[in-house]
């Protein structure tokens, strides 16, 4: 049910919903028409998106490992000062904003605990009683502070593109304004996070396939180096795809995790000292966690002593995780990193993606590591085999890949791609 009446009239105004395309190819694969572009700054991958009436533009970090839209709003007491927007979002700015109001004994209504979030205080911690919300991520930072509801929806850096064409795809959207930030989140560029870990709560996704904006509950992110597209209502770039788009099960109630079978470092599978010793490290826990809003990929800490071997073995070199000198001769050696999941599909992490270049002042210049170069050149291996449980395949790992996530069938889509038409 519409909410608003900006928005309901805004929907009939430009009767513009997205449509599904024809791919015979593609008939169990949930395709559509929209997308926006992605783009890679300091680590994460961001997406534009413009909030209230008159908007208010918000770059976020687009996430699949956690649930939530979150950002600083005013009165901001402790935020960060380093964020992409320079104003922090201002609620009584805009005509269409709802504050979710809170009851102590009808919490239900407030967003985020009635979705399993963070909830956090009382009632009274707010002005007019609004919804307070707390949430702490695993590398230590923490947000805390009140709930709005306004009209969301994504698009590009373009400001008057973003209105004349993807505002049609406004929904009325429950969001986190942020009043503290502790830790890393503080001083990051990104204005916020938009969490897509949809598999049990309401994301924007949801509520625009609800509304109607979308023509399936699925969505679909393909990285490059420098951005990428992300694809609402399911994948908008089967012809960009080099193979036919495996799918594979999801295998948690919570997060975006798949089933691991094999690990091969170069052309080894690694052994262990039983028969699934491999496969049940990475399927322990959480299992095989793909999560966009982490920049490094890292491995089950179990298996460390027959990656490293065959790591060494191959490079006649020891593997670490701090600044290192390569020449030409020596990376081009380095072995890809395949994790076989358990439809068969090879997920193949390339050097080019898991070894990231550093720029320092008066070193050798950025490189295309594809491609022959002279001298050294400065790099990070961002491949940790160190994670106490289960495995997270960071953004580094979905380099070069569209990959789909397909909320009604709980099925992960994955195909190597282009990734951008350009």
């Given at each position: ?257 798949v089933e691991v079978i094999a690990c091969m470092v170069g052309d ?30 890292y491995i089950t800490h179990i298996i460390e002593p027959a990656f ?115």
């Open positions: 049910m519409c909410r608003h009446f900006f928005f309901c009239t805004l929907l009939l105004l430009l009767n513009a919903v997205p449509t599904v395309q024809s791919d015979n190819k593609y008939l169990d694969i949930p395709v559509t028409n929209f997308s926006v572009p992605l783009f890679f700054s300091m680590g994460s991958y961001h997406v534009n998106i413009y909030v209230g009436s008159p908007p208010q533009r918000r770059l976020v970090i687009i996430d699949t490992g956690s649930r939530f839209l979150v950002f600083p709003c005013k009165p901001c007491r402790k935020c960060g000062n380093t964020h992409f927007s320079k104003q922090y979002f201002d609620p009584s700015f805009s005509t269409t904003d709802i504050k979710n109001q809170c009851n102590e004994h009808e919490n239900e209504q407030c967003f985020f605990k009635k979705n399993n979030g963070g909830y956090s205080g009382t009632c009274e911690d707010f002005d007019e009683k609004s919804c307070p919300f707390y949430q702490a991520y695993t590398e230590g930072s923490s947000i805390k502070g009140f709930e709005v509801e306004d009209l969301v929806w994504f698009g590009t850096d373009n400001f008057e593109q973003s209105i004349k064409v993807h505002m049609q795809t406004a929904i009325p959207f429950s969001f986190g304004c942020e009043t503290h930030e502790k830790g890393i989140i503080a001083s990051q560029y990104a204005d916020g996070i938009m969490g897509m870990t949809s598999l049990w709560h309401d994301t924007a996704v949801d509520v625009m396939y609800r509304e109607g904006v979308i023509p399936h509950r699925a969505f679909s992110l393909c990285f490059t180096p420098q951005g990428g597209t992300l694809s609402l209502g399911g994948t908008a770039l089967s012809h960009l795809h080099s193979e036919q788009m495996a799918t594979e099960p999801i295998t948690s109630s919570t997060f975006y995790s080894v599978e690694l052994k262990g000292g039983s028969e699934n010793f491999i496969a049940n490290a990475f399927n322990a826990g959480k299992g095989t966690l793909i999560d966009s809003g982490t920049t490094d990929t490293v071997k065959v790591w060494e073995d191959i490079t006649s070199s020891r593997y670490h995780n701090k600044r290192q000198k390569l020449t030409w001769s020596q990376f081009k050696i380095l072995p890809d990193i395949t994790i076989v999941l358990s439809s068969g599909y090879k997920w193949v992490i390339e050097p080019h993606s898991y070894m990231e270049q550093i720029l320092v002042k008066g070193g050798p210049p950025f490189v295309d590591t594809r491609s022959t170069w002279n001298g050294n050149v400065i790099f990070v291996n961002r491949l940790y085999v160190d994670e106490p449980e289960g495995t997270v395949l960071g953004s580094n790992a979905m380099i070069g890949y569209d990959i789909l996530f397909d909320i009604d069938k709980h099925t992960l889509g994955i195909a190597k791609s282009k990734c951008t038409s350009e």
